[in-house]
């Protein structure tokens, strides 16, 4: 089942620039992550933040959660071409633990 | 080895076909996951196998058959499939149950005629 919402559903930045892309979902949770998927291929994990971290880098992201809010954001700084790609978030149900998926947002970066 | 592999890359069978999907895993995850992706869509959870024992069915049509002979593999038995099971099916594994991160494999494209 689908949980997370994600905004904005299609981005188009040019290279060089930040994107940011946010999710929203509805119950508790243990930890939310985000993934990617490059044209109808597998999904590479990027991110795990747990529910008691609010702030969390890896390399040229940075990924933030409000747990009173429950959103999440995705910000991608210094884009390439190579970003171009679906970005899901993921939340981890604080119960069953079961991975659930939001809508993913279409990144397009222009060379 | 740090990836999850699946065969085969594409499968089209008709209606009346028995197939079969495979992955394997040889990082020591413990758990294996089967997602279902239709174009455009997110990954819907099929089941997860923790330990080698079924942990988690999505309520999926007895059609989809899973097997999980060993730690390292994971099974995927397809029986009498409708068209509108044309998808992309994942697998993925993780270290321990979930809800950790998993690693996807590149998936396995089925078209059912």
């Known amino acids: 089942s689908q949980q997370g919402e994600e905004d904005p559903q299609a981005l188009s930045i040019q290279e060089g620039e930040n994107a940011t892309m946010n999710c929203s979902y509805k119950t508790s949770i243990n930890n939310l992550q985000w993934y990617r998927q490059n044209s109808g291929r597998g999904l590479v994990h990027l991110i795990l933040i747990r529910s008691n971290e609010r702030e969390k880098h890896s390399g040229r992201l940075r990924v933030t959660l409000d747990t009173s809010k429950k959103s999440s954001s995705l910000l991608i700084t210094a884009s390439r071409a190579a970003d171009t790609a679906s970005y899901f978030c993921?939340?981890?149900?604080?119960?069953?633990?079961?991975?659930?998926f939001g809508a993913g947002t279409t990144v397009t970066v222009r060379a | 080895d740090t990836e999850v592999t699946q065969t085969p890359k594409h499968l089209v069978m008709g209606m009346t076909n028995k197939k079969s999907l495979k992955c394997e895993q040889h990082m020591g995850h413990r758990a294996m996951y089967w997602y279902k992706q239709k174009a455009k869509k997110p990954p819907e959870l099929m089941f997860v196998y923790s330990y080698e024992k079924l942990s988690i069915n999505e309520s999926v049509p007895s059609r989809f058959s899973p097997e999980c002979p060993n730690s390292s593999l994971l099974n995927l038995h397809l029986h009498a499939l409708q068209p509108e099971d044309s998808a992309l099916y994942l697998c993925?594994?993780?270290?321990?149950?979930?809800?950790?991160?998993?690693?996807f494999g590149p998936g396995t494209r089925l078209l059912v005629l």
């Open positions: 993925a594994s993780s270290r321990q149950g979930p809800p950790e991160t998993q690693y």
């Open positions: 993921a939340t981890a149900d604080s119960n069953d633990y079961k991975l659930s």
